[in-house]
């Protein structure tokens, strides 16, 4: 979706403050979703964001990319994940994402074993703990999210 230059300096002006709140807001219009996903710079504006409960799919994949492992380690948690994306959380080069995607109910029996011969033996450890429901909660006026 593009966006237009002055909608983007008008994100880009806001203070972190009303950056977080927008992060949280219900009701997200299409735009400012596109401004946080696509041109948001403060890491966490991107992790609340990147908890909603109502990401889309598309929205999923792009931040599975994310170069910052927290953002991932955030989108490990969900319960909407695909096939292919629970792989590529098994398959991180980051610890802190396997450890997150070693409690995930998706997780299928081969995909814990590999997680049970990891290299680091806290994901070895919460591979072997087992599925942890993904809880969401929102609190009044806020998105719900994934916790």
Not at 44 to 59: H, S, T
Not at 107 to 128: F, K, N, S, T
């Amino acid at each position: 979706m593009q966006i237009a230059h002055d909608t983007l300096v008008a994100y880009k002006n806001l203070p972190l403050e009303d950056r977080l709140a927008l992060a949280l807001k219900t009701g997200l219009s299409s735009t400012e979703r596109t401004c946080i996903l696509w041109h948001e710079q403060w890491m966490q504006v991107r992790c609340y964001f990147a908890r909603r409960a109502d990401l889309a799919p598309g929205e999923i994949a792009v931040l599975l990319d994310d170069p910052d492992h927290v953002i991932r380690l955030c989108i490990a948690k969900r319960p909407d994940l695909s096939g292919d994306q629970v792989w590529r959380c098994v398959r991180d080069r980051d610890p802190n994402v396997r450890y997150f995607i070693a409690r995930n109910a998706l997780l299928e029996p081969g995909q814990r074993q590999i997680l049970l011969a990891d290299a680091d033996p806290l994901v070895r450890r919460a591979a072997a703990r087992g599925p942890r429901p993904a809880r969401i909660e929102g609190r009044p006026g806020q998105a719900s999210l994934v916790r």
